[in-house]
């Protein structure tokens, strides 16, 4: 069985309007090397208002159907080229197209192939020839579903434009581009997933959306805190997780959010973790988001450079603050910077 990057890719596309406002501008993408079927589908689909792109011939189709980002995939099940409950697998474990609902198309309706489908992440199954009313309805049906979680991302654009405005009063302004920028090359040297990288560069966003329940006069306090302003201080990493929750598709936020507080030795906060009970990319945004604070400048105190910096951070470390093999990772790699 050849793999899913060697071939070539022809695609087809089409469009009609319909009265279907709501998915006029839905995309389908067909996989299929049936022309015949290819052929049906298009025309059946096209009568609805859909865009349709035809794929005969496959290549480089995960990075095509990311490009596209199609409200639909129909996948026959019959593909020479590539397995194609493989291909689906590989679809809905991928985050970029995860979401994508997945209709596969037989001509053989099996418990077998039922299962397969449920197996490889697929919505449905659909047997050949293709019937007009149960393909429009089970399509219609998917990329509704689809649009409504993808109502849920438009809550992300909120929740930046409420994370802007937190770090427009922060003394620390900008300081999220910042980390933002220096996560995506640590990550990349760890070896992290894009999808790691991801979820840190938005925690960088997010890490202290919390903070917008405290009052300025503890936030931007010049002094010493009293005991009641540093515990409502620490309050800000639990209403900062329960404001981010709609965020469906970024779940691996949540704990970067909550724990980027955490110690090594169980003394920070919000839960008293420890060790590896704190989660990994909770640390690595930890140590971003100190090495970050010591080194820019703040109104009771000027930037430190690297060096001085990273002394401040290797002494927490010895006194059980931080993970030591993480902070032998980081200091290698500010200093590989410099270099």
Same mark, same amino acid.
Request: hydrophobic share 40%; aromatic share 6%; proline share 4%.
């Given at each position: 069985?050849?793999?899913?990057?060697?071939?070539?890719?022809?695609?087809?596309?089409?469009?009609?309007?319909?009265?279907?406002?709501?998915?006029?501008?839905?995309?389908?993408?067909?996989?299929?090397?049936?022309?015949?079927?290819?052929?049906?589908?298009?025309?059946?689909?096209?009568?609805?208002?859909?865009?349709?792109?035809?794929?005969?011939?496959?290549? $480089?189709?995960?990075?095509?159907?990311? $490009?596209?980002?199609?409200?639909?995939?129909?996948?026959?099940?019959?593909?020479?080229?590539?397995?194609?409950?493989?291909?689906?697998?590989?679809?809905?474990?991928?985050?970029?197209?995860?979401?994508?609902?997945?209709?596969?198309? @037989?001509?053989?309706?099996?418990?077998?192939?039922?299962?397969?489908?449920?197996?490889?992440?697929?919505?449905?199954?659909?047997?050949?020839?293709?019937?007009?009313?149960?393909?429009?309805?089970?399509?219609?049906?998917?990329?509704?579903?689809?649009?409504?979680?993808?109502?849920? &991302?438009?809550?992300?654009?909120?929740?930046?434009?409420?994370?802007?405005?937190?770090?427009?009063?922060?003394?620390?302004?900008?300081?999220?581009?910042?980390?933002?920028?220096?996560?995506?090359?640590?990550?990349?040297?760890?070896?992290?997933?894009?999808?790691?990288?991801?979820?840190?560069?938005?925690?960088?966003?997010?890490?202290?959306?919390? @903070?917008?329940?405290?009052?300025?006069?503890?936030?931007?306090?010049?002094?010493?805190?009293?005991?009641?302003?540093?515990?409502?201080?620490?309050?800000?990493?639990?209403?900062?997780?329960?404001?981010?929750?709609?965020?469906?598709?970024?779940?691996?936020?949540?704990?970067?959010?909550?724990?980027?507080?955490?110690?090594? &030795?169980?003394?920070?906060?919000? &839960?008293?973790?420890?060790?590896?009970?704190?989660?990994?990319?909770?640390?690595?945004?930890?140590?971003?988001?100190?090495?970050?604070?010591?080194?820019?400048?703040?109104?009771?105190?000027?930037?430190?450079?690297?060096?001085?910096?990273?002394?401040?951070?290797?002494?927490?470390?010895?006194?059980?603050?931080?993970?030591?093999?993480?902070?032998?990772?980081?200091?290698?790699?500010?200093?590989?910077?410099?270099?």
């Amino acid at each position: 069985m050849k793999e899913v990057d060697e071939f070539p890719l022809a695609t087809k596309i089409g469009y009609s309007r319909s009265n279907n406002f709501n998915l006029t501008a839905a995309k389908i993408l067909i996989v299929d090397e049936n022309p015949l079927s290819r052929m049906t589908a298009f025309d059946l689909l096209s009568l609805d208002g859909y865009e349709v792109i035809e794929v005969d011939q496959i290549t $480089t189709i995960l990075d095509s159907v990311t $490009t596209q980002q199609p409200d639909l995939i129909l996948l026959d099940v019959m593909m020479r080229q590539v397995d194609s409950y493989e291909f689906c697998r590989q679809l809905k474990t991928d985050y970029r197209t995860a979401n994508i609902p997945i209709v596969l198309t @037989t001509l053989t309706d099996s418990r077998e192939s039922r299962i397969k489908v449920m197996e490889a992440g697929g919505d449905d199954l659909l047997i050949k020839p293709l019937n007009r009313i149960e393909l429009s309805t089970r399509v219609k049906s998917l990329i509704n579903q689809k649009r409504l979680n993808e109502g849920v &991302d438009q809550a992300e654009q909120v929740l930046f434009t409420i994370a802007k405005a937190v770090d427009s009063r922060s003394a620390n302004r900008g300081g999220s581009i910042r980390v933002a920028s220096l996560i995506r090359s640590f990550g990349t040297y760890l070896g992290l997933t894009p999808e790691e990288i991801d979820n840190l560069v938005f925690a960088a966003h997010l890490h202290d959306i919390g @903070t917008i329940a405290i009052p300025d006069a503890v936030m931007l306090k010049a002094g010493a805190l009293t005991t009641e302003e540093r515990e409502l201080i620490t309050q800000h990493v639990l209403v900062g997780e329960e404001i981010c929750q709609p965020l469906r598709n970024r779940s691996g936020v949540l704990p970067i959010i909550r724990h980027h507080h955490e110690r090594w &030795d169980g003394t920070g906060y919000p &839960d008293g973790l420890s060790g590896t009970e704190i989660p990994y990319l909770a640390q690595i945004f930890q140590v971003i988001d100190i090495y970050d604070a010591l080194t820019s400048d703040r109104p009771h105190k000027k930037a430190y450079d690297p060096t001085s910096a990273l002394q401040i951070i290797i002494e927490e470390t010895q006194k059980g603050w931080r993970n030591p093999a993480l902070i032998d990772e980081f200091t290698a790699f500010i200093r590989s910077q410099a270099q």
